[in-house]
């Protein structure tokens, strides 16, 4: 990526591949970027800072960017490790720096850094800051992802530093090969999935605004077709499904109710469906499985009985859908138990509380493993979820 986004912003963020797991649970195989950018103006900006891991990178970065001039502002669009990890070091590089934030932002700031001496400005929704050229417009944004998040709108080159938004795992020129909606979408459903109505009201602030660059705080810089992203970001944070498609989540013991699994997977297919999508739950990346029930308008869960209950794996699943606010989708159970199949009450139960969750009622009980009475239970299931997503 050329460092320079248009004449007088710079991009300064760095990659990290050194790291293992991102907030400490997400595997990132391709890294992470944790973006920055300088504005060069008569009062030169830094937008965000990094991670503490890279802080002494960045500030090599930084002070090349700056070729020996010092700058004014230091705009704190989200206050979260990966961002405000090299403040500490800002500051001690420039101690008359202004830190530019809102009222939220530096109650929490100060629990991670030490500003009891730093120079500090609060903006408020709609306030601009005049850098000489370059007139920065605050929007605030809160709970994309943390309460204190703003994003900024440069109306000079009609860029929007977008903060978390619009960010995906990887590094900056991370080559995936579905592209950037593969890993933008994991990041989305698994970082800000619950937070869909916030996403939505600054879409609609978005939409005020003339964009012609967005500036994520991960992930590239976005400049072409920005229609398709923001796009995408109003079919995610809507919660409507962006493929037809079924997903097909398994916890399986022994790899008997998995078998089951593989034998109605063929079964859609055969059915029509094209689109089916099978996850081993013990085994598969969670997060991915995550995404891709977001991703598609129905899901089947199969999972075996376990102690009364239902495979820990599939339990976990379910928690984390229920605490990312899965909802307006149809979903079909399989259970399989031994002796006293339990699995199916206990799924039933916990998607109880879901929202505009429709539950097939034809469920399927395999008992270890299938016989013809399940397997025809099971393409009388199939049949139902072919017929929910016409
Ligand atoms: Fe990239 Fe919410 O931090």
């Not at 009062?43 to 700058?71: C, F, H, N, Q, Y």
């Not at 890993?183 to 602030?205: D, H, M």
């Not at 599939?314 to 605490?323: E, G, H, V, Y």
Request: glycine share 6%; charged share 25%.
């Amino acid at each position: 990526m050329n460092a320079m986004i248009t004449d007088t912003i710079e991009y300064i963020g760095v990659d990290d591949t050194d790291i293992d797991l991102f907030e400490g649970q997400y595997e990132v195989p391709d890294g992470m970027a944790y973006n920055s950018y300088l504005i060069k103006d008569e009062k030169i900006t830094i937008m965000d800072t990094v991670d503490s891991s890279k802080s002494d990178e960045w500030i090599d970065k930084l002070k090349k960017a700056l070729g020996g001039k010092t700058p004014e502002y230091a705009v704190i669009s989200h206050v979260e490790p990966d961002h405000s990890g090299s403040l500490a070091d800002l500051l001690a590089n420039y101690p008359d720096i202004t830190l530019v934030g809102n009222a939220k932002t530096f109650p929490m700031l100060a629990q991670f850094v030490d500003i009891k001496d730093a120079k500090t400005m609060v903006v408020a929704e709609g306030e601009e800051l005049d850098l000489g050229n370059h007139k920065l417009k605050f929007v605030m944004a809160p709970m994309v992802h943390w309460p204190e998040v703003m994003v900024t709108y440069d109306s000079l080159d009609k860029v929007l530093f977008s903060a978390d938004a619009f960010g995906k795992f990887g590094t900056i020129d991370a080559k995936d090969d579905e592209g950037w909606s593969c890993e933008a979408r994991r990041y989305y459903f698994n970082i800000v999935g619950k937070y869909g109505a916030p996403v939505q009201t600054l879409l609609k602030k978005a939409k005020a605004l003339d964009i012609a660059v967005i500036c994520p705080l991960h992930g590239p810089v976005l400049s072409e077709n920005l229609e398709y992203y923001i796009g995408l970001y109003d079919t995610w944070s809507s919660y409507k499904p962006e493929n037809k498609g079924v997903l097909i989540a398994c916890a399986s013991i022994h790899g008997n109710t998995m078998k089951a699994v593989k034998e109605l997977e063929q079964m859609l297919k055969d059915a029509g469906e094209e689109r089916v999508v099978v996850s081993d739950l013990a085994r598969d990346d969670m997060a991915e499985v995550i995404e891709d029930a977001f991703r598609h308008d129905r899901m089947i869960l199969a999972a075996s009985s376990y102690d009364g209950g239902v495979f820990p794996v599939m339990q976990t699943f379910i928690n984390k859908l229920a605490a990312k606010a899965y909802q307006n989708r149809t979903v079909a159970l399989i259970e399989n138990g031994s002796w006293a199949p339990s699995a199916l009450r206990t799924m039933k139960g916990m998607l109880e509380g879901f929202k505009n969750i429709t539950v097939i009622e034809d469920s399927v009980t395999i008992k270890s493993t299938l016989n013809d009475e399940s397997k025809s239970a099971m393409k009388k299931l199939c049949d139902k979820v072919i017929e929910a997503g016409k």
